[in-house]
């Protein structure tokens, strides 16, 4: 789990390390460990590492492989890299070190452009083949690692965020209208390749990217879901066992694959729970969890520890408690803005900044829960969206999930960032690909490939890794979703929602957490916008850059700001809240550049 970035010069020129290191300059903080850079002609290698595996020195990066002729820059963790070790070892390869990052460089060596579907695990990755000049780059299959990359003139330029890419030099900050609209519309996701900048881009997850010399570009997909019924009916008994079989697994492997400890970010909901449930089940001893709580509003409680300490209560683990009063989330917010590789809308983005920083001083690893709602249908709209008769695919979706409509979104943004309905256009291409049996089949596949991937995968990354915390979700088990995306939307809909989780955690849990009303993580301050709160977001959308910038209709702007807690969008963020992010994103990150 690491900090990566590189350039490769297109012109022939040296690559400057400089560059590289204003670049690695921005990655410090998700890998403290340790510092390297490497060059070869044209191109260049940064790496900041955060040791999990192999703590020796031999799992340094950039990793130079001489015999080969290769180098490799690594951000992840590959969890069946000893059996991948053993299978390359029989074809004849020496290793040097005992982790994962050199089994990457054999399998390129190996297996070419095929190396990515044989990897298990989350990664995003950089070789150099100086044999070929070519630089090949690629990413998981859930994006649950950030590959951003940016080309000007005659660079390449690749890093772990935005941040460093900026650092870099040279790209272009204006704002992408398509993104503008995904970022309004799918509540802060904007799907791969865009970002909110039209200079930085980012590679769609379960695809490489293949670079020679001169600048040709290719770019291959790996990994697609499948999300039919299987020709061999099973039951419900039959889906279940399989299920949990593999859910046991996934949370096992990444328990074992460390050489440091793993703990829990215990939320008090039903997945993380499990999680815990499952580890002792497996039987790590000494498990440790960590829960955070805010103060509480009128509308609002703002912690869930009652049902966290019921877990903990049965499982006895070593538990932390964090409580943030509400002074703290408005002095830290900036911090939290910065760690942010894009604009994120979620009110849990400071929540998790917050307690990564607290969970870093006792452990390196985490295990969360993200993705367990989307890939087994724990959201309120799935059955809405099941239900709904009339209209379009898009449509129906559209009407359960979308923040904005189109005419909304023209009457929130001035004329220059006005045009057509891409957002639609996007997501009715996505919902018509072949291999979905049903329309909720189609919607539970692009949450869990895209909508999941630059919503919580991409907070929970960011906000861990600020503080050199790796985290690690056992419910993006590529075999695991997999299994699941074929299993029939009806019984993962069953009981109001991730049946199949419920149904194995009878007996492992309360029920009083299985049987609880779906939660959120509690934010109340960033919904209920007041006080010190609103005045901050006031400011911001008041201030002279913002209003040199043109982004938002002041008739949009003064309809929010004189009634903020009315303006909710379908899925309870607050739209006040979303304006006033991405400005403040945009002067934090981008307006110091120019």
């Known amino acids: ?17 400089e560059t590289i290191q204003a670049m690695m300059g921005e990655l410090v903080r998700r890998g403290p460990d340790h510092g390297g850079s490497y060059s070869d002609g044209a191109l260049g290698f940064g790496h900041r590492r955060l040791s999990i595996i192999d703590l020796s020195v031999r799992s340094n990066q950039p990793m130079v492989d001489a015999e080969l002729g290769l180098a490799l820059v690594f951000n992840g963790t590959i969890y069946n890299y000893r059996a991948l070790r053993r299978e390359l070892e029989e074809r004849g390869y020496r290793f040097f070190s005992e982790g994962d990052s050199e089994v990457i460089l054999k399998a390129w060596h190996a297996w070419g452009t095929d190396c990515c579907a044989r990897l298990h695990g ?41 941040q460093a890419l900026l650092a870099g030099g040279g790209v272009d900050t204006a704002i992408d209208p398509v993104a503008l609209h995904h970022l309004f519309t799918l509540h802060a996701v904007v799907p791969a390749p865009r970002t909110i900048l039209r200079g930085v881009r980012k590679l769609t997850p379960g695809h490489w990217l293949r670079f020679d010399a001169r600048g040709r570009r290719t770019e291959g997909t790996y990994w697609r879901l499948d999300a039919t019924r299987p020709a061999e009916p099973r039951s419900d008994a039959d889906w279940l066992e399989a299920i949990h079989v593999a859910l046991r697994q996934a949370v096992k492997v ?9 703990g829990v970010l215990l939320s008090g909901g039903l997945d993380s729970s499990l999680l815990v449930a499952l580890l002792a089940e497996a039987g790590v001893s000494d498990l440790r969890t960590f829960s955070v709580g ?12 009652q049902y966290s300490d019921l877990v903990v209560e049965r499982y006895g683990t070593r538990h932390h408690r964090f409580l943030v009063p509400n002074a703290q989330v408005l002095q830290r917010l900036p911090e939290a803005i910065d ?56 449509e129906r979706f559209a009407k359960h999930y979308f923040d904005r409509d189109h005419d909304e979104y023209l009457r929130m943004v001035t004329d220059t960032y006005a045009g057509e309905d891409h957002t639609s256009a996007l997501i009715a291409e996505r919902l018509a690909e072949p291999d979905a049996d049903e329309l909720l089949d189609a919607v539970l596949r692009l949450d869990a490939t895209t909508l999941i991937v630059d919503d ?40 109001g929602g991730k049946y199949p989780l419920k149904a194995m955690a009878r007996g492992l849990l309360p029920d009083a957490v299985i049987d609880r009303p779906k939660g959120y993580f509690p934010m109340p301050a960033l919904k209920y916008v007041r006080g010190p709160f609103l005045e ?20 949009y702007l003064d309809q929010l700001l ?15 809240w979303h304006l006033a992010l991405l400005e403040l994103w945009l002067q934090r990150n981008v307006d110091p550049l120019g």
């Open 1 to 17: 789990m690491c900090g990566i970035c590189g350039e490769l010069r297109l012109d022939g020129a040296p690559a400057d390390l």
């Open 122 to 162: 989350m990664f995003a990755f950089a070789v150099w083949d100086a044999n070929q000049q070519v630089l090949f780059l690629a990413r998981d299959r859930f994006g649950i690692k950030p590959l951003y990359w940016s080309e000007q003139g005659g660079t390449l330029r690749f890093a772990s965020s935005t």
């Open 254 to 262: 990444r328990s074992e694959v460390a050489d440091v400890p793993v």
């Open 294 to 305: 805010f103060e509480d509003t009128p509308e609002e409680a703002g912690s869930e520890f």
């Open 339 to 394: 760690a942010m590789t894009e604009p994120m809308f979620g009110q849990d983005a400071v929540a998790f900044y917050l307690l990564a920083e607290q969970v870093s001083r006792e452990v390196k690893v985490v295990q969360s829960g993200q993705g367990a709602d989307e890939v087994f249908g724990g959201y309120f709209w799935y059955p809405r969206i099941a239900a709904e008769r009339e209209g379009s695919a898009v």
């Open 456 to 495: 919580p995968v991409k907070r929970v990354d960011n906000m861990t890794m600020a503080w050199g915390l790796e985290a690690r979700v056992p419910f993006l088990d590529h075999h695991l979703v997999e299994l699941a995306a074929r299993c029939p939307p009806e019984l993962k809909l069953r009981e």
């Open 536 to 555: 901050l977001m006031r400011d911001v959308l008041a201030s002279r850059v913002s209003r040199e910038r043109g982004l938002y209709r002041k008739t």
């Open 562 to 576: 004189a009634a903020p807690d009315m303006h909710h969008t379908r899925i309870q963020g607050n739209k006040l």
